[in-house]
Nanobody, 125 residues
Framework: VQLQASGGGLVQAGDSLRLSCAASGRPLSTYGMAWFRQAPGKEREFVAAIYWNSGRTNYADSVKGRFTISRDNAKNTLELQMNSLKSEDTAVYYC???????????????????WGQGTQVTVSS
């Protein structure tokens, strides 16, 4: 599976941004997919995940109510709608895919076998 993330940019606090992750190579019907982010000097952290088959989602507390993860079956694309952005959302955002998805472990970056290249999101206050 190859993942290509896009959609990052420079925005102001309170603005919205939509990230996309195009997947190719294999059908994703049994995969779980997620967004992680990494700010300078910090560890990579979980943002949101979705089980491709059922559409079941899970969010980090820091983004719950502001971010929405979704998938487009027809386009084989993962998306992250980010609203009410804050300066602390500034990070490089990565999409990831896990062919052996488990809800119990969806927040662990080590579970994800495939990663996109990352897209920079910068929120100015």
């Amino acid at each position: 599976v190859q993942l290509q993330a896009s959609g990052g940019g420079l925005v102001q606090a309170g603005d919205s941004l939509r990230l996309s992750c195009a997947a190719s190579g294999r059908p994703l019907s049994t995969y779980g997919m997620a967004w992680f982010r990494q700010a300078p000097g910090k560890e990579r952290e979980f943002v949101a995940a979705i089980y491709w088959n059922s559409g079941r989602t899970n969010y980090a507390d820091s983004v719950k109510g502001r971010f929405t993860i979704s998938r487009d079956n027809a386009k084989n694309t993962l998306e992250l709608q980010m609203n009410s952005l804050k300066s602390e959302d500034t990070a490089v955002y990565y999409c990831a895919a896990d062919p052996n998805f488990s809800i119990a472990f969806m927040r662990l970056s080590s579970r994800y076998q495939y990663w996109g290249q990352g897209t920079q999101v910068t929120v100015s206050s």
